[in-house]
Each structure stands twice: as structure tokens, then as C-alpha cells.
């Protein structure tokens, strides 16, 4: 019995030996399957880069709202947008040029002089791309230039909006910036939608 036992066991111990030899042969039986180190070390400083660049665009982002947007620093945004930028809004429209965006941006400013983006609880960012998700806050205060030139007086109703700004990167600066609110909540909001 211990002779079974004991050829039983040497079987085991040469069976895993054997199956041992094997799974390393197979892994190094060429270079390719090698660990190249340099490789390796080049991988990690493309993803140092990657997440340097993600870390400065989300603090331009966060100049952007806190500081440009909130305090009518127009002149401010060539830090963040490119000449060209393409500027999509939550209706649809679009601006092309960063003078149109400021324009469109000055106009939100003209019946809610307060208007204001002062946190991100969310920030993302993946490559070239960055999100956010902000909290616009203002008080309809003044009237609302309507396109036939008319107004719609002011409510005196605040607004607090999450709204969200997807932005593309290219050369340090943003050349597509996506604008996503809830329209209809903000029209309810300062009074002019049930």
C-alpha cells in the first residue's frame, strides 16, 4: 500500500513538474511574449500626459464658469475657447466663432444681471474631452429683449438649473463646446411657462 502511495504521489510531483515546464516554455518561448520594460514605460508616461492634460482642461473649465462666465470676463475665454469654437445649445441652436458665443453669452446677462456658475459637483474627463455638470443660479430681474425687439418684463423669480458642458479639446483650448439644460424648467422657474 505505501508503494502505491508513494508511486501515486512521485506521479503527482512529476505531472506538475511536467505541466510546470510547459506553461513556461510557452510563455517564453518567443521575445514577443517578453516584457519589454521600455514599452512599458513609455505606456505609463502616455497616460501621465493624458491625465495632466484632463487635470488642466478641468481647471480651465472650472476659470471658465467660476471666474469668466460668473463675472462677465469675456475678453477671459481665449484662455478656454478657440477663435472657431462650435457652441451647440439645449434648443437646437448653434454658434459658430467665439465673438458669436460671447454675444449669445452676454445675453443671458441682460434680464438676469446675477447669473452664475459656482460649483461642478461633477468633472470628467477622458482624452480629449471634458464634461461637467454645473449649477446655474440667477434672478430675472430685468426685461427680456425678445428678436421683434419687444420685452417681457421682469418676474423677480430666481432659477437654479443643473446644466451640463461637454467640451472638446484641441491645442490647449476648447473648438466644440455642447450646452445641456432643462429649458422648460427654467422657463417655469422664472415664471413664464406653467
Do not use: C
Amino acid at each position: 500500500m505505501k508503494k502505491i502511495i508513494s508511486t501515486f504521489g512521485i506521479s503527482i510531483i512529476a505531472s506538475i513538474f511536467i505541466v510546470g515546464l510547459g506553461i513556461s516554455y510557452a510563455i517564453f518561448q518567443t521575445s514577443d511574449n517578453t516584457i519589454n520594460t521600455s514599452d512599458v514605460q513609455m505606456e505609463l508616461e502616455r497616460y501621465k500626459t493624458a491625465e495632466n492634460l484632463a487635470t488642466q482642461h478641468l481647471q480651465t473649465f472650472d476659470e471658465l464658469d467660476f471666474e469668466m462666465f460668473t463675472n462677465q470676463n469675456w475678453d477671459g475665454l481665449t484662455k478656454s475657447h478657440s477663435q472657431d469654437i462650435i457652441v451647440y445649445w439645449p434648443d437646437g441652436y448653434h454658434s459658430e466663432g467665439l465673438e458669436s458665443h460671447i454675444e449669445d453669452l452676454k445675453a443671458m446677462f441682460v434680464y438676469a444681471p446675477d447669473t452664475r456658475i459656482q460649483e461642478h459637483p461633477v468633472r470628467i474627463a477622458s482624452g480629449e474631452w471634458t464634461s461637467v455638470i454645473g449649477v446655474m443660479e440667477g434672478t430675472f430681474t430685468e426685461p427680456m429683449p425678445l428678436p421683434d425687439g419687444s420685452s417681457i418684463p421682469p418676474t423677480g423669480k430666481s432659477f437654479k438649473l443643473k446644466m451640463s458642458t461637454v467640451g472638446h479639446w484641441k491645442n490647449g483650448v476648447m473648438d466644440e463646446e455642447y450646452l445641456f439644460w432643462d429649458n422648460q424648467s427654467f422657463m417655469k422657474q422664472i415664471g413664464l411657462s406653467p
